[in-house]
């Protein structure tokens, strides 16, 4: 992966050689960071980079640093604003991630929240699949079960958390799967690794409630308006167990890295007709064409760079 060539780090855009933390760094050592993920989409014909809900973005982002006793000064407005600076700066031509990360700051031993400093840092990189296999993905059943609200807040983006995703990915990696799905402790769907899940099954989407232990995913909320608005299909919050996934017509996992992602089979077990259905299709092309700033109706989700 190529490096950026600048950050926003300690208030200012600089070269990004010079953005370091220490080894002690709170963060580094206890997880008590939280961070986000936008990206932003390069248009051809208009030569316009489209950065995607930025305002919706750093709200959730404000959010999960308020968990942990974070502060953000910063306004979601003006954070975009920072993102722009920043992505203006890189000049880049292509589909970016961007990376904001608040953190604490501090370098010293002990587990705590309080009486710590934090510091706010944003980077981009150039960026297309997360999922290589994003139209007929492989997944599988992870043997780890997803954190509990009651033990890391998973509607927030915390560091530490994703640990437990690391183990679920890995896990799915190394025994040949594109990706994997993880329980509940009651044994209800949550998640992907890091991407929240739609059903598709008797003419109806499902997908789980945030009582899930689920992120409550931008993309997510963009695509089950997309679902009723342009589809026309009905989308409902409820659980999900593990057999109904088995059984559903399609199913599909969401993100702002995995985008729309489709996915074909769960456990070696073929979905629907072993290829990509109708309404992942469907909304895979509304979608692209929202992010790269072709459908008028959303322009209001997109923020120009340039």
């Not at 997880?31 to 390069?42: D, E, I």
């Not at 997944?139 to 640990?163: C, E, L, T």
């Not at 949550?190 to 232990?213: H, K, L, Q």
């Amino acid at each position: 992966m190529d490096l950026p060539r600048y950050a926003y780090f300690h208030g200012q855009i600089i070269p990004y050689s010079e953005a370091r933390v220490g080894v002690l760094t709170h963060a580094l050592n206890y997880g008590t960071a939280v961070f986000g993920g936008l990206r932003a989409y390069w248009n051809a014909e208009e030569e316009q980079l489209y950065l995607f809900r930025p305002l919706d973005h750093f709200k959730r982002f404000i959010g999960s640093a308020k968990l942990l006793l974070m502060e953000i000064d910063q306004t979601p407005e003006e954070l975009t604003q920072i993102a722009v600076a920043l992505l203006r700066q890189e000049a880049y031509r292509c589909n970016v991630y961007v990376r904001p990360l608040a953190y604490k700051s501090d370098e010293v031993i002990g587990v705590r929240l309080h009486n710590l400093a934090h510091e706010l840092s944003i980077v981009s990189i150039p960026f297309e699949l997360y999922v290589t296999n994003d139209t007929s993905a492989h997944v599988m059943f992870s043997s780890w079960r997803r954190v509990d609200d009651n033990m890391i807040p998973a509607r927030g983006k915390i560091s530490g958390a994703y640990a437990n995703s690391s183990f679920i990915k890995t896990e799915a990696i190394q025994a040949g799967f594109d990706e994997a799905l993880v329980l509940t402790q009651e044994g209800h769907v949550s998640e992907g690794s890091a991407m929240n899940i739609f059903m598709v099954r008797d003419g109806v989407v499902a997908t789980p409630p945030i009582t899930e232990n689920i992120l409550e995913g931008i993309t997510r909320k963009s695509v089950m308006k997309l679902l009723t608005d342009e589809i026309g299909i009905p989308v409902v919050e409820r659980p999900i167990d593990r057999t109904e996934v088995y059984l559903c017509d399609e199913f599909f996992m969401t993100g702002t890295a995995a985008q729309v992602t489709a996915v074909t089979r769960v456990d070696h077990r073929p979905i629907g007709t072993r290829v990509m259905g109708p309404v992942a299709a469907q909304l895979r092309q509304i979608f692209s064409d929202i992010c790269h700033g072709r459908h008028p109706k959303y322009h209001h989700w997109n923020t120009p760079v340039y």
